[in-house]
């Protein structure tokens, strides 16, 4: 268990703006930060954060909390894990026991899985700096390879070693890892001859998350035999899914946003030597085709994007169709052609910083303009090979979806090829419509996979809790009201609660300990937190039934009846996620009024009218309380339909219920509908 200091000087130094920003491009609007969501593909930032309050929220698809809570969910840990994640970032010491067998066993697989990769790359790293064969071999190649040790350092770089009996797996063996993780993370083999390194005599290059956690290795070969592949990956596995990770982005990040523009690369060792000259803002796709899940990875830093290709014209048309991806995301992208015989590597070192970012900023083409110089190059006039150039450029066009653009490129394509704007138009409209159906079948095939696949819900299968999210801006019809549950009211109430429990009312009451018979109203100043838990608590009835409301409820009547506050901090700080994201969430203003005193309006904003406020919130909670009460009393009448004395209680009971009914609508003029 961390110590409460420590988990205090963890929130006190992990700004949210900070923390967050490590993983999303957050730019200014207003007091606050906006940028695209990492937890949902958007094209239009939803995703907000709030410095002043401590706290982000995405509009779109709900997530929200604290910067504990975002790590919790982007990077699947819980909530001590979290802690010692932002400990780990600040440099804050967490003092921790080394886990006994029997606690690994009970870990988690992915933590496991983690845990062991971080194992091997620290002896990795260790045999290659300290050991004679790493020295001689490693350590010699990435020399050889003009890397300095800042870059071998920076970059995690490692070598495992050839021999079984110095194996990462007789090691990890025998400090009591289980060989079932060793062969999931793909770090070991098994053989007729015993289990052996699957990496062995390769210089190792450890594959991040852009938290820095090691997800996988990649390994190349220091022999010559052609007969050997030169580059092992590992297999994906639980924490491993190569179509969602890039090599480097991790240690270019920062680079990335300064820059905002971000050079992709094909190997790990161009992303390094790129770095070792001072061009930190690039990333590799590791030899495999761009994917949907890499795109949006950099679309979290910057919209720009310029690939690097070395000089093979069949490899540059192979690689087209990732382009088109980066296209159809709204990314902006701009290719450079190196020289031949040059690759990111050698061209870095060759020239250094200052002549290589000249060079890469001389040479790099709009990609629609590369694409017509790669597929109309040479003097052919073959009419059906240009046709054929011509209408996979005009595809590519198509999936650009900022009009703007789509519409100068079209201009500029339609001049440089010859070719009438309304063709390259018309062209369009046919692809765009060609894509939208192909899209539409795909969705239609993965739904039926997913009938398919899918049991039929049970009873069991349900939620426990049912209801409507609805948002107290939004009038609410009866009808519609007498349908749901009181979730709405009940989060009002929390959010009162959350927001204003320190605000102080004045309060007219009748003297009722008086002797003297008067009509004048004694006034008394007290806190919302005070009013509301001393009118609700004399309500036996009245129970919170959302699980984060009624959490929270139970903690205010604690504090209250230990005569003690309870402060947003601490319910922010709270460990139990449902209530520090819950608490969060209430926090988070979707809309804010905008210069309305220019307009000469001047709204009143609820701290004006808290009294007011608070009683309505109170009354309608109770009401749609008694609204529940009254359904349930009249499904309860036919079972006492033979018991004449049981039957007249339970429609007195109603008759009750009905009168408070009417009397609660008629404060604040809610319409009753008849049954």
Request: net charge negative.
């Amino acid at each position: 268990m961390i110590k409460p200091e420590v988990v205090s000087e963890i929130f006190e130094k992990a700004h949210v703006e900070d923390v967050v920003g490590d993983f999303v491009h957050l730019k200014k609007r207003g007091a606050n930060l906006i940028g695209l969501c990492p937890f949902h593909n958007e094209k239009t930032p939803s995703f907000n954060v709030s410095p002043s309050k401590g706290i982000y929220k995405c509009f779109g698809c709900g997530k929200g909390g604290n910067a504990v809570n975002f790590i919790m969910e982007h990077e699947h840990l819980n909530y001590p894990e979290a802690l010692k994640f932002l400990a780990k970032k600040y440099g804050i010491e967490v003092e921790e026991k080394e886990l006994s067998p029997e606690e690994k066993q009970v870990a988690d697989t992915r933590e496991s899985l983690l845990i062991l990769n971080e194992a091997a790359n620290n002896y990795f790293q260790y045999i290659l700096k300290e050991t004679s064969e790493g020295k001689s071999i490693g350590l010699s190649y990435f020399r050889e390879r003009g890397m300095d040790m800042k870059m071998i350092e920076r970059f995690a770089l490692g070598y495992c070693p050839e021999k079984r009996e110095d194996s990462f797996t007789e090691h990890a063996l025998s400090k009591e890892f289980q060989k079932k993780f060793l062969i999931q993370t793909g770090l070991t083999k098994e053989g007729q001859r015993g289990d052996y390194d699957f990496f062995h005599g390769r210089v190792m290059f450890p594959i991040r998350s852009i938290s820095g956690r090691v997800l996988g290795f990649g390994g190349r070969t220091l022999r010559s035999d052609k007969q050997i592949a030169k580059y092992f990956n590992s297999p994906e596995s639980e924490i491993y899914n190569k179509s969602k990770v890039l090599y480097g982005l991790y240690e270019s990040k920062s680079a990335i946003v300064k820059k905002d523009k971000c050079y992709m690369v094909e190997g790990y060792m161009d992303v390094i030597s790129l770095h070792q000259v001072g061009i930190e803002n690039v990333v590799a796709s590791s030899g495999t085709s761009l994917t949907d899940g890499q795109i949006r990875l950099i679309r979290r830093y910057t919209p720009h994007i310029t690939i690097l290709f070395d000089s093979d014209n069949a490899g540059v048309k192979a690689a087209f169709r990732g382009i088109e991806l980066l296209l159809e995301e709204g990314m902006k992208v701009r290719v450079v052609s190196l020289p031949e015989g040059e690759d990111p590597d050698s061209m870095s070192q060759r020239l250094g910083k200052e002549a290589m970012e000249t060079f890469l900023e001389e040479n790099a083409k709009d990609f629609f303009t590369y694409m017509c110089d790669t597929l109309l190059k040479g003097p052919s006039q073959d009419p059906i090979q240009r046709s054929e150039a011509i209408q996979e450029i005009v595809r590519a066009l198509a999936l650009v979806p900022d009009k703007i653009e789509r519409s100068l490129e079209i201009q500029n394509i339609a001049l440089r090829l010859g070719v009438d704007q309304k063709v390259v138009i018309n062209e369009i409209s046919k692809s765009q419509r060609n894509h939208a159906i192909e899209k539409q079948k795909e969705r239609e095939r993965k739904s039926l996979r997913t009938t398919q696949e899918a049991p039929l819900p049970g009873i069991q299968d349900l939620p426990s809790e049912t209801g409507v999210l609805v948002d107290r801006d939004v009038p609410v019809e009866p009808s519609l009201l007498d349908t749901m549950d009181n979730r709405s009211q009940e989060r009002d109430i929390i959010r009162i609660l959350v927001k204003y429990s320190t605000e102080k009312l004045m309060v007219e009451y009748a003297d009722e300990d008086s002797e003297e018979e008067s009509d004048e109203m004694q006034t008394e100043e007290v806190s919302i937190e005070e009013y509301i838990l001393d009118e609700l608590s004399h309500e036996r009835h009245i129970r919170f039934k959302d699980s984060f409301c009624s959490k929270v409820w139970a903690l205010y009547q604690a504090a209250y009846s230990e005569e003690r506050s309870l402060n947003v901090e601490s319910l922010m700080r709270h460990p139990d996620q449902t209530i520090s994201a819950g608490v969060a969430e209430l926090l988070t203003e979707k809309h804010e009024l905008h210069r309305w005193e220019e307009r000469k309006i001047y709204p009143k904003h609820e701290t004006e009218q808290l009294l007011e406020m608070v009683d309505a919130a109170l009354d309608r909670f109770k009401l749609k309380t008694i609204q529940q009460m009254i359904k349930e009393t009249q499904a309860s009448i036919r079972s006492v339909e033979k018991d004449p004395q049981e039957l007249e209680r339970t429609l007195n009971k109603l008759n009750r219920l009905n009168n408070l009914k009417m009397k609660l609508s008629e404060r604040f003029g809610t319409v009753i509908l008849s049954a």
